[in-house]
């Protein structure tokens, strides 16, 4: 059985103070979690499930996979690609603080963008962006991303990753 914590999402109903600095979750903030049945009998998915949800409790939502697709989610999703985006991010804030701007001005600027545009791009709320915000992503994002960038999932990138991490 293997299972892991999808931490506490960005987007909750979190009120209480403890619980929204709970940023990996497992002791005030509710989050949701992925299985996997590695080997053995099917009846062992629904013991190994209530094991983890002990573990990685308050637990909102539990979601199956399979051993191959947990690997598309870490490193592949979480690691590989969101982890970088954000580094990239943070490179980001830098540059800007470089050339002028206040660091608590730009981390500001950005944090607050990234709650809007993320809760537009995720479905958490109905809203467009701007015709210049989608200019500045239809010209930024060939600059900021490789063509092939999807190839961080194929299984031998996925193999090489874990074998680099591990």
């Known amino acids: 059985f293997v299972t892991h914590p999808c931490h506490p999402p960005i987007f909750n109903d979190e009120t209480d103070m403890a619980a929204k600095k709970d940023y990996f979750g497992g002791v005030k903030a509710k989050q949701h979690m992925v299985s996997a049945l590695m080997q053995g009998p099917e009846a062992d998915y629904a013991k190994g499930e209530a094991i983890a949800k002990i573990i990685w409790a308050p637990v909102m939502r539990s979601h199956r996979v399979s051993v191959e697709q947990m690997a598309l989610l870490e490193p592949g999703l979480s690691e ?3 982890a970088s985006l954000l580094v990239v ?14 660091q608590q001005a730009a ?3 950005l944090l607050g ?9 995720f479905g ?5 962006f701007s015709d210049a915000c989608n200019k500045a992503i239809e010209f930024g994002k060939p600059v900021l991303m490789r063509d092939d960038w999807k190839r961080v999932f194929e299984p031998e990138e996925i193999a090489a990753s874990i074998q680099r991490i591990t």
């Open 124 to 128: 958490e709320t109905q809203g467009v």
């Open 89 to 102: 991010m943070k490179e980001a804030v830098d540059e800007v603080v470089a050339r002028g701007v206040d």
């Open 80 to 82: 590989t690609v969101c």
């Open 107 to 109: 981390l500001d600027f």
């Open 113 to 121: 963008h990234m709650n809007v545009l993320g809760a537009v791009i």
